[in-house]
């Protein structure tokens, strides 16, 4: 399964677009940037994406990287039980 990771273009202020730049040169991953996600005011108080539509947020773009790095491994996890 390859991760979706949607970011806010109006979320970028809060540092996440070298994220988002860092993430998309993953060649695993599916990296899109979208005007809005629909979570309004949510882009305004900290860095967020979302991970296969869930809502990933962190104090810092730091925190971000690290909460979306577990997030993916969480999926990776639930699809290795789905096979075994």
């Not at 108080?45 to 539509?53: C, D, E, I, K, T």
Request: charged residues 25%.
């Amino acid at each position: 399964m390859r991760p979706i990771i949607e970011f806010c273009a109006s979320n970028l202020g809060h540092g996440t677009e070298q994220l988002m730049n860092k993430l998309e040169q993953n060649l695993e991953y599916d990296v899109m940037e979208y005007g809005c996600l629909n979570n309004c005011g949510q882009c305004y108080l900290s860095p967020f994406a979302m991970v296969n539509g869930e809502i990933i947020e962190a104090d810092s773009p730091i925190e971000l990287e690290a909460a979306i790095d577990n997030k993916i491994k969480e999926l990776e996890a639930w699809d290795n039980l789905e096979i075994d």
